[in-house]
């Protein structure tokens, strides 16, 4: 144990006196933590949101149906609202949209007043994507109103509705009830010359097709003559939809009760920690590829210490150094930001799993290029690049392509971020780290074998 620990420390001297290394681990994560929390913005062309159907009725249907066919969306049929929730707070999308089971029944009920939901939870996380949502929500929903009164299946409906309530209704006089009474039966004579017009529209379409079926210029002619195709009347010859708005979205953050939505800084912090991740790797990497180079590893191999105790002492000062930045980037963001941390015991377990994950990962990227430092370095930083860019550590995970989304669950940043995500301000219960958590262990684990395995053939050789 004592000749681990004399390893250790003699390789956190070497990373404090080399500058380059130092900065990398220490100043330049928190360089990119202040940078992204400055800028933070934008949006992706499909944002990937959960949709959760609990109304079997046709105008639920419709309205679902509508959001998947919007390009700009991505959307994700999930059969219940706590499945919806928890692919939220776990980050794989950005809200949830529940559709209740009273929706069609208050549709038909807009006549008297009734109004259906839509439920929208957000992630506090992507609040620039979450207002997207929300705005296409709102967008939909007047289309549907549009539809809805200019339907007469469903415009029939709701009259009928609408004078069921008016009679049920106990808390009108005879008077106010006589009034609205009229306004519906005026209400029903628009609804019907409507339906007239659409029908006889619709009759003109079907007449126009048969025609140009017979004389195939019949169309170019009309077209020529100005006649053009009469289509479905317009919102402008049916009630104007926004002075009832019969669906409303109601949305809401997905949050604990106990905390506000987090700021900017708590979201990009975590980027922060991947860049210092990648700072030890850098520095502990190239420093054993060095050592090898001119034989001190060697020389070690000959004193009285087996490989497993070089690797083991150079793996805990890895794992020391990954610490001590995490515990500084922390330092920094809850006295300096004002981050607030929901679960210190769960960022404890994370900040430990992720260096354990980045130590064992540093002696596989060691062990797998031999003495030639130059190579190492360059061939450790590229595989290293690739990973923290497709893990989030540039550009947050929500604001890639879905391609990239995808290719970012084999990026153990990725799962890092996640992991330090659901401590801070996710809320993660222990059940909810079990995923990344156990990921990192496996990939730390992995690491030490691979290493250890790799640097056992070389000494052979």
Known sequence: MRVILTIAAKDLRLLLRDRTNAFFVIVFPLAIAIF???????????????????????????FANALEKDSTLSVRILPSREEADASVRLGRVAACVIIPKTFDADLEKAMAGSRAIVEVHCDPARQAESGLVVGKLNEHAMRAIVRMFTNPKINSKMLAQSKLALVLNPNMTSQQRERVSDVLESVQELFKQQNREAAAAAAAETSKKIAGSVNGDSASNNTENGNVPVSTPSSATSPDPFLALPIKIQSSTLASESTEPPSTFAVTFPQGLAWGFVGCIGAFGAGMAEERRRGTFMRLLLAPCTIFSVLAGKSLACFTACVTMSLFMLLVATLGFHVSVQNWFMLALAIATCSFAFSGFTMAL??????????????????????????GGTIPIAFMPPFLRAASQGSPFSWAILAIEGAVWRGFAFTEMLAPLGILLFIGALGFVLGNLFIQKSARA
């Open 366 to 391: 060691s062990g797998l290029f031999k003495n030639n430092e130059g190579s190492a370095r360059s061939a450790g930083n590229a595989i290293v690049l690739v990973l923290v860019m497709i893990g």
């Open 36 to 62: 992204f929390g400055s800028i933070f913005g934008g949006s992706s062309r499909s944002i990937p949101v959960a949709v959760v159907i609990e109304s079997a009725g046709p105008a639920a249907t419709d």
